[in-house]
T-cell receptor, first 107, second 121 residues
Framework: DIQMTQSPSSLSASVGDRVTITCRAS??????LNWFQQKPGRAPKLLIY???SLQSGVPSRLSGSGSGTDFTLTISSLQPEDFAAYYC?????????FGQGTKVDVK | QVQLQESGPGLVKPSGTLSLTCAVS?????????WSWVRQPPGKGLEWIGE???????NYNPSLMSRVTISVDKSKNEFSLKLSSVTAADTAVYYC????WGDGYNYEDYWGRGTLVTVSS
């Protein structure tokens, strides 16, 4: 299985901050990388697919980058609705594996 | 708008079989999508269980493969999950999701609300 490692596991930030979350794959996955947001008691929501393609309806302050083994999710100016957990997922090979998650909370 | 809804018992006894169904509305299960199951133990991260195509083709997580069966019922527009020999470690919120394809990439773009299954005597 391909292991996905996110960092940090949690971070505290304020509204307006620039936030960066990284995801590293245990082997190259080209750009077969998705990002999800999950709020408490809710299902995950797709934010970005193919490492950098923004899902329809997702605000442009979110962006993704990377290829191979190293990937980044960036929120350019954190908004109140962005406080949540974020997960990366590789779809390069079965089983589709997720990172352990990064929780973004209020500083 | 595609909607998915999980249903099934919320409590399963140890060594028993967990059975869940995902009803799909607003779209056909026979479309060019795969359909998946993902679970999340309380307070923990996401684990992909497996996926199915309307033809019946499946892929499973090797860590669960010996205990998992995913099936599809095109007449009811739904797909199902069975997980046998359950233990407390299988206690989780179980989500069903649709996998879409775009430009050669695939992603879960629609999810059910999830259903909590507790394994306990």
């Amino acid at each position: 299985d391909i292991q996905m490692t996110q960092s940090p596991s949690s971070l505290s930030a304020s509204v307006g901050d620039r936030v960066t979350i990284t995801c590293r794959a245990s082997q190259s996955i080209d750009t077969y990388l998705n990002w999800f947001q999950q709020k408490p008691g809710r299902a995950p929501k797709l934010l970005i697919y193919a490492a950098s393609s923004l899902q329809s309806g997702v605000p442009s302050r979110l962006s993704g980058s990377g290829s191979g083994t190293d990937f980044t999710l960036t929120i350019s100016s954190l908004q109140p609705e962005d406080f949540a957990a974020y997960y990366c997922q590789q779809t390069y090979s079965v089983p589709r594996t997720f990172g352990q998650g990064t929780k973004v909370d209020v500083k | 708008q595609v909607q998915l809804q999980e249903s099934g018992p919320g409590l399963v006894k140890p060594s028993g079989t967990l059975s869940l169904t995902c009803a799909v509305s607003g779209g056909s299960i026979s479309s060019s999508n795969w359909w998946s199951w993902v679970r999340q133990p309380p307070g923990k991260g996401l684990e992909w269980i497996g996926e199915i195509y309307h033809s019946g083709s499946t892929n499973y997580n090797p860590s669960l493969m010996s205990r998992v069966t995913i099936s599809v019922d095109k007449s009811k527009n739904e797909f199902s999950l069975k997980l046998s020999s359950v233990t407390a470690a299988d206690t989780a919120v179980y989500y069903c999701a649709r996998i879409s394809w775009g430009d050669g990439y695939n992603y879960e773009d629609y999810w059910g609300r999830g259903t909590l299954v507790t394994v306990s005597s």
